[in-house]
């Protein structure tokens, strides 16, 4: 038998190897004619491929590797030359992938046995005993806890290290303005990579994104993907918590780590990364109450740093390849709040005044990238107020960035930020500029004003926010958590929201003819 390894399943570790010496892996073409991927996504899953293909012949697999229009044509050739063979395949985690992928080979004449997944931490079957009695709404949080106490990761003798789970309320400060931005881990582009990325740009003529290759700056192996992981644990851990969810114009990295793409190519497995900033925390770290020259120490890794990178891989990413199996394929059409409005042109083009939204549009352009506040607080949010139609702003989300694969994008952008379904959330993620205001520097320098909400000049979010609770009133007013909310909603008369409703149409109409 033979392991068929995509080209998001590249672990060099991964337990189906062990019982093979024999490898296909098929670059295949086709897929990206059907959107217009950010170069640099194409460009990182094609030179991966390519390296790790090298790595596995030099540790003596004997790999096949195929380049072909598509796994179609790719499965024909492998089956002219070896007709007898039977193929091994880690299911993906893209819904039904496994099955359509056995049909291809079985029209080749080959046959596919799918095995379990070895690049997620926990399995369907945990997911299903956990969620057996929890109805059709799940919650990250709770799931959440349920892994920690399954792994046992920062946990102390059943208790959370600490004595709390979750230190979000120390994860929500901006830098000062003496700030200056960690040192990111960088990696040259090598032969290979700089001759996909030509073929990819000779290749494809409908690309949005960045065509050059001056800020590429994603780990295509397995070792560079450990010098990244590496850095960002010595240098970047200490203050990614304080700073999460800040914005700093200019800065697109922050003390993110950065590792998202390595880890859902299967560079890096998801526990080691774990485990390597747990250790850290053990050798290094400081608890919440520590006296300030702990806290301060050089070298030293603060507790609600640690947890709060650690929910991002235990929770968040586990929890959403699970909602992900559990919704589909309802999640893929699903629309509970009827938005049907083609995505403003600023999302193609970077053109607007916002400051917020050209620097994360911007960000995505230049490297396929926007940290995980952009992502949801900029530009699914103001997609979500705006009405855009959230399949599209899926997509868009699907080809621009470059760690984004469906099981991941659609959970994310569908559910939690445009709240088109409320599987895995009671309320959408849905802010003024307040929240804008209070995690970044944006607004200080923006042609619009962040404290006005009608008339001339008045900031987006604000007239956008409140006509869309209005709007949506009938859905929303009864979640449960959107009390206050309508609190405000209600005290509003009807001059109040004759000039809302202006200008957020006046907004609108902007937005779609690329004059925002």
């Not at 997944?117 to 956990?130: I, S």
């Not at 295509?220 to 990244?228: D, G, K, M, N, S």
Request: with cysteine; proline share 5%; glycine share 6%.
């Amino acid at each position: 038998m033979t392991l068929w390894l995509l080209g998001n399943q590249l672990s060099v570790d991964a337990a189906p190897l062990a019982g093979e010496d024999e490898v296909l892996m098929i670059e295949a073409y086709d897929f990206a004619d059907r959107l217009p991927y950010h170069p640099y996504k194409l460009t990182l899953v094609f030179s991966a491929m390519r390296h790790v293909r090298d790595r596995l012949r030099a540790d003596g697999y004997d790999v096949t590797y195929l380049q072909a229009e598509s796994f179609a044509a790719g499965l024909a050739e492998y089956a002219a030359a070896a007709p007898d063979d039977d193929l091994v395949l880690q299911r993906p985690a893209a819904h039904r992938a496994g099955e359509r992928l056995q049909d291809l080979a079985a029209d080749a004449g080959l046959t596919v046995t799918l095995v379990e997944n070895d690049l997620f931490l926990t399995t369907p079957a945990e997911w299903d005993e956990w969620a057996a009695d929890r109805g059709d709404t799940y919650r990250q949080e709770h799931w959440y806890r349920h892994v920690r106490r399954e792994t046992g990761v920062l946990m102390d003798d059943g208790d959370p290290v600490g004595g709390e789970w979750n230190y979000d309320d120390d994860n929500r400060e901006t830098p000062p303005d003496d700030w200056e931005p960690p040192a990111l881990a960088t990696f040259e582009p090598d032969e290979i990579t700089r001759e996909v990325h030509a073929m990819v740009i000779e290749r494809y003529d409908h690309l949005w994104g960045n065509h050059e290759l001056d800020e590429f700056c994603w780990p295509v192996t397995r070792a560079e993907a450990l010098q990244a992981l590496e850095q960002f644990v010595e240098v970047r851990l200490p203050a990614f918590g304080p700073y999460q969810d800040a914005m700093v114009e200019g800065e697109w990295a922050l003390d993110h780590s950065l590792l998202s793409p390595a880890i859902n190519l299967g560079l890096l497995d998801p526990m080691e990364v774990v485990e390597r900033v747990e250790t850290a925390y053990e050798e290094r770290g400081v608890e919440p109450g520590a006296p300030a020259e702990a806290v301060t120490r050089e070298g030293t890794i603060p507790l609600n740093s640690v947890e709060g990178f650690v929910r991002q891989i235990l929770g968040w990413r586990e929890f959403m390849r699970h909602v992900y199996r559990e919704a589909m394929p309802e999640l893929a059409e699903t629309n509970q709040l009827d938005a049907t409005r083609e995505l403003p042109e600023l999302y193609y083009s970077g053109e607007t005044e916002m400051t917020c939204m050209s620097e994360a549009v911007g960000h995505v352009w230049e490297r396929g990238y926007a940290h995980h506040i952009e992502r949801l607080m900029l530009l699914a949010n103001f997609a979500t107020l705006y009405g855009a139609d959230p399949h599209e702003l899926d997509e868009w989300f699907h080809f621009g960035f470059v760690d984004a694969y469906d099981w991941v994008t659609t959970p994310n952008t569908v559910g939690m930020g445009s709240f088109a379904t409320d599987v895995l959330s009671s309320k959408p993620y849905a802010s003024s500029a307040n929240y804008v205001n209070d995690m970044s520097d944006h607004c200080s320098s923006c042609a619009y004003y962040h404290t006005k909400t009608t008339g001339e000049g008045a900031c987006p979010f604000n007239s956008l926010y409140w006509d869309f609770l209005k709007e949506n009133e009938a859905v929303l007013r009864g979640t449960g958590r959107m009390g206050l909310m309508y609190n405000h909603v209600d005290g509003k008369d009807d001059e109040e929201w004759a000039a809302i409703r202006e200008r957020a149409d006046e907004v609108r109409a902007m937005a779609r003819d690329g004059e925002l």
